[in-house]
Structures are given as C-alpha cells and as structure tokens.
C-alpha cells in the first residue's frame, strides 16, 4: 500500500525557518517524481514544488522561489522541503503528493504550517 | 501561472447528474491531455478521481466521468450520491508545472 506521511509543520514567526518531511513507503521511491503542494485556509489547492527521481532537477512556484528548497534522500524514502524567510502568506496545509504520467496518484494527509506572530 | 477557472459551487439532487467545467488556456488544459480531477472532503486530503482528461483510477465510481473540449475540461457526476458532496479541483500538466482550479464546492441537495 502506497503510504506519504508529511511532518514538520508547526507554528514559526515570520522571517522564520521550518524544514517539512515526507515518508514514503509501498513504493519505489527512487522512480517517482514527487511534488509539494499547499492549501490555505479556505482556499485551494495551489502547486508549490516538485524535484525529479534522481534529484538533480528541481521546479518552484514563483511565490516561493529563492526562499523555499526541495530535495529528497533516497536511501531514506524522504522527500523535504526547506522553508525560509517564511510569510504569513505561506500558512497552508502542505501536502506531499507522488506523480504519475502527470496526475497526482498519491497524497498525504498534510502537515500544517502557521506563520504569525 | 494563473488558476483554472472553476465555478465555486454547484448542486444537484440525489440521482440528478451535474457538471463540473474547468477552463484554461492553450497552455495548459488545452494543450495537454494530462488534466486530473481531485475530489476532497472537509479536513480530508484531495483523492483523484479522474486521470489523463477521462481515465478512472480504480476503485472510482464510473458514475465519475471527464472530457475535454479545447481548453475546457469537465468532471460529470451522474446519479448522484449523498457522499458526492465536497470540493472538486481540476488540474493541468503546464511545462514543467502543474496549475489547479480554483475549486467548485458541490452540495446535494
């Protein structure tokens, strides 16, 4: 069974830093393209991120490029994305998802990240 | 990359069909047939329902059905269920990208 299990999220100041995970299990891993993507409250669903298989190519939303990092450690069936000078525009519910022939087959169940004050 | 234009709400009754649009640009809907739809429950994560514009996953009611006309993709929900009710999001492959609707909540009534 195809398991994503996002953690990390919490509550940071803004300007602050957080670092997301997401455990992967049931699957290859090291054949899939994986993806981020946030929900903010109330709202929907908006593309953050993605990093290919092997890692060496990476893909940013304009919101958060230059602040925000992904990356993904295979050995371990993790895949992360470093948050930087985070704003309160950046709480959202953020969601691992796996990809497959374009589509989003698998998502996790979401960590959420408050920014404020 | 600018959202896919969805209505924010439709509804229907039990057993009526309903329809959901998704409108893009040659960019994206229209120029790719990777376009997905994402049904989420309340405090829920987006499950997908539909795959490469009209492909069902298993498991996925065929009373789940899409197409794609230009750059207008629709999700069709026929016979509807008590349990349809939710938020729906399209989504479209963008070179290299993806971009989502902006989300259509659906009610039965």
């Known amino acids: 069974e195809v398991q994503l299990v996002e953690s990390g999220g919490g509550l940071v100041q803004p300007g602050g830093s957080l670092r997301l995970s997401c455990a992967a299990s049931?699957?290859?891993?090291?054949?899939?393209?994986m993806h981020w993507v946030r929900q903010a409250p109330g709202k929907g669903l908006v593309w953050v991120s993605r990093i290919n298989s092997d890692g060496s190519s990476t893909s940013y939303a304009d919101s958060v490029k230059g602040r925000f990092t992904i990356s993904r450690d295979n050995a371990k069936n993790t895949l992360y994305l470093q948050m930087n000078s985070l704003r309160a525009e950046d709480t959202a519910v953020y969601y691992c998802?796996?990809?497959?022939?374009?589509?989003?087959?698998?998502w996790g169940q979401g960590t959420l990240v408050t920014v404020s004050s | 990359q600018s959202a896919l234009t969805q209505p924010a709400s439709v509804s229907g009754s039990p057993g009526q069909s309903i329809t959901i649009s998704c409108t893009g640009t040659?960019?994206?809907?229209?120029?790719?047939?990777?376009v997905s739809w994402y049904q989420q429950h309340p405090g829920k994560a987006p499950k997908l329902m539909i795959y490469?514009?009209?492909n069902r996953p298993s498991g996925v009611s065929n009373r789940f059905s899409g197409s794609k006309s230009g750059n207008t993709a629709s999700l069709t929900i026929s016979g509807l269920q008590a349990e349809d009710e939710a938020d729906y999001y399209c989504s479209s492959y963008t070179s290299s990208s993806f971009v989502f609707g902006g989300g259509t909540k659906l009610t039965v009534l």
């Open positions: 998802a796996r990809v497959s022939v374009a589509t989003f087959d698998y």
């Open positions: 490469e514009v009209s």
């Open positions: 040659s960019s994206d809907v229209g120029g790719y047939n990777y």
């Open positions: 049931g699957f290859t891993f090291s054949s899939y393209w």
